[in-house]
């Protein structure tokens, strides 16, 4: 009975989030694009240069194609000969996912790949977590360096900027000394969880020891000093052609034709952006945009129009690009054609 009500509060609060982040994304995309001619965004997006428009696809592939070669290195303790198209494959499904539902993605891809390489589907999903901690470790060295290589005021435009930092810095320190002490006092943990929940609920406690018992598993899958060294490597490489794939976005919609443009303008306007994509909206909509066009605006100088333009086109080419490939690689890599909403639910029954 008490677990009933459990999983009852538990998809109420799901139904919550998924409402909750729409209601982000409509009002970050009101304030990106209040005061603004969106004919004239439509217009200038229109008229985009399709050179340039080709080679922002081919990059955004390429980061996707070497995220999924950073998860073999990760995985390389759990299984060293990984398909690299189901990594592939699962990824792209994933973030197709993300664009509907924020998070889902994460499971969907886990499950995906535990279902087409035979792996555990926890170990999977530790390892997405895994994933998204490099990623902000990452995120705070490129929005540092963008800090540090901007002759603009950073500081003075975005003074919230420093307290998200820090914010996560302390996400991470944490996180690692949870991990820690998880791991060398696992039975320890498993005791207080089985002697405190376990009053409520028995299932309960087995369901929150068997998620710990599921993040140490993918916490602590990347081993080896050559797997930590790529792994890294590949982080730093995917960020750098994030700031290419940003720079080649000024070049799209000719902000060239406006203003000297930089790679260093790529750096900063990636780095701040990609900050929406930790808020939790349908595929980093309106969040992305907010920032994006922010950072054009008061930063360098360009107008509210130009510069909500770059943050639409941008977006809607990498949004629409995930969906039609998550699709496409989905009905040719899952031959049993599972719906994608018994992922989550799959991966729910395993925690009951």
């Keep these: 009975m008490i677990f009933d009500k459990v999983k009852y509060l538990v998809s109420l609060k799901s139904l919550l989030n998924f409402l909750l982040s729409f209601i982000l994304a409509a009002i970050f995309l009101y304030i990106a694009f209040f005061d603004v001619d969106f004919s004239k965004v439509l217009e200038i997006s229109s008229n985009a240069n ?3 428009v080709a080679v922002f696809i081919t ?43 924020p998070k889902l993605g994460e499971v969907s891809r886990a499950v995906l790949l535990a279902k ?48 998200a930092i820090y914010f996560a810095i302390l996400f991470i320190t944490l996180m ?3 991990v820690a002490l998880a791991l060398y006092f696992k039975e320890l943990f498993s005791r207080i969880i089985k002697n405190s929940v376990g009053k409520i609920s028995d299932k309960l406690a087995d369901k929150i020891i068997y998620i710990l018992k599921m993040l140490i598993e993918g916490l602590i899958s990347l081993k080896g000093r050559k797997n930590q060294v790529v792994t890294l490597f590949l982080s730093l490489v995917i960020m750098i052609i994030y700031a290419i794939t940003s720079y080649v976005g000024f070049l799209m919609i000719g ?3 406006i203003q000297p443009i930089s790679f260093e303008m790529g750096w900063v306007v990636m780095s701040i952006s990609t900050i929406g994509v930790v808020i939790p909206t ?10 994006a066009k922010s950072t054009l605006v008061f930063i360098y100088g360009f107008n509210e129009t130009i510069s ?34 018994d992922f989550s639910k799959t991966h729910i029954e395993d925690l009951k």
């Design 255 to 257: 902000l060239n034709d």
């Design 308 to 341: 909500a333009a770059y943050a639409f086109l941008t977006h809607i080419i990498s949004y629409f690009l995930l969906i039609i490939s998550a699709l496409i690689v989905y009905f040719v890599l899952n031959k049993n054609k599972e719906p994608l909403s």
């Design 116 to 163: 087409w390489e035979g792996l555990s589907r926890s170990s999977m999903f530790g390892t997405v977590i895994l994933e998204r901690i490099i990623d902000v470790f990452f995120l705070i060295i490129s929005v540092l360096i963008g800090i540090y290589i901007s002759s603009e005021n950073i500081h003075q435009e975005f003074p919230w900027l420093m307290n």
């Design 176 to 178: 690692i000394i949870f």
């Design 50 to 52: 399709l050179f340039w």
């Design 282 to 291: 349908p595929g980093s909509t309106g969040s992305y945009h907010t920032l």
């Design 59 to 101: 990059l955004n592939f390429l980061a996707h194609a070497i995220r999924a070669y950073r998860w073999k290195f990760i995985l390389s303790s759990v299984k060293p000969q990984t398909k690299f198209k189901n990594l592939f494959g699962s990824l792209l499904v994933g973030y197709g996912v993300n664009c509907i539902t």
